[in-house]
């Protein structure tokens, strides 16, 4: 089994998916959690600024469908909880986002870096209803290649 929470962007869902096959042995499991579309239709905002960030943001059935295509059988899918997000993790991020500014007083990247997670936060609060994290589990039929 792979259990990834909030990791697999980083190399992208289906390549994730694909480069992650080869280490589960059949009938194993791959449990990832991935930022997906909830809606097919948005507003240019929100669409835009997932394009800047992570352009492979899809939605729940597209990514459903890579998980086949990959050698999975998909067993479950649930949209993580608006409160998981608003009261723990962007709320609880407040109080380490002035202190680091404190701390690096002046310094223009970590003041960027605040602004944009603070950026994101206002996003998730606009637009939640258009996007969120998804878990998806699979159970692994054959091997990709």
Same mark, same amino acid.
């Given at each position: 089994?792979?259990?990834?929470?909030?990791?697999?962007?980083?190399?992208?869902?289906?390549? @994730?998916?694909? $480069?992650?096959?080869?280490?589960?042995?059949?009938?194993?499991?791959?449990?990832?959690?991935?930022?997906?579309?909830?809606?097919?239709?948005?507003?240019? $905002?929100?669409?835009?600024?997932?394009?800047?960030? +992570?352009?492979?943001?899809?939605?729940?059935?597209? =990514?459903?469908?890579?998980?086949?295509? =990959?050698?999975?059988?998909?067993?479950?899918?649930?949209?993580?909880?608006?409160? =998981?997000?608003?009261?723990?993790?962007?709320?609880?991020?407040?109080?380490?986002?002035?202190?680091?500014?404190? *701390?690096?007083?002046?310094?223009?990247?970590?003041?960027?870096?605040?602004?944009? $997670?603070?950026?994101?936060?206002?996003?998730?609060?606009?637009? *939640?209803?258009? +996007? @969120?994290?998804?878990?998806?589990?699979?159970?692994?039929?054959? =091997?990709?290649?």
């Amino acid at each position: 089994m792979i259990l990834s929470e909030g990791a697999i962007y980083n190399i992208g869902f289906e390549r @994730g998916l694909n $480069e992650w096959n080869k280490y589960i042995k059949k009938d194993g499991y791959l449990i990832v959690s991935e930022a997906s579309w909830f809606t097919e239709d948005r507003p240019a $905002e929100i669409t835009d600024f997932w394009m800047d960030a +992570y352009s492979e943001i899809d939605t729940i059935p597209n =990514c459903i469908s890579k998980m086949q295509k =990959c050698g999975y059988i998909p067993i479950a899918s649930f949209i993580i909880p608006e409160h =998981c997000w608003t009261d723990n993790f962007y709320a609880s991020h407040v109080s380490f986002q002035d202190s680091f500014l404190t *701390k690096y007083a002046g310094n223009k990247t970590v003041e960027e870096f605040i602004a944009y $997670e603070r950026h994101e936060a206002k996003m998730y609060n606009k637009y *939640k209803k258009y +996007y @969120g994290y998804v878990f998806y589990i699979g159970k692994k039929i054959f =091997c990709s290649n």
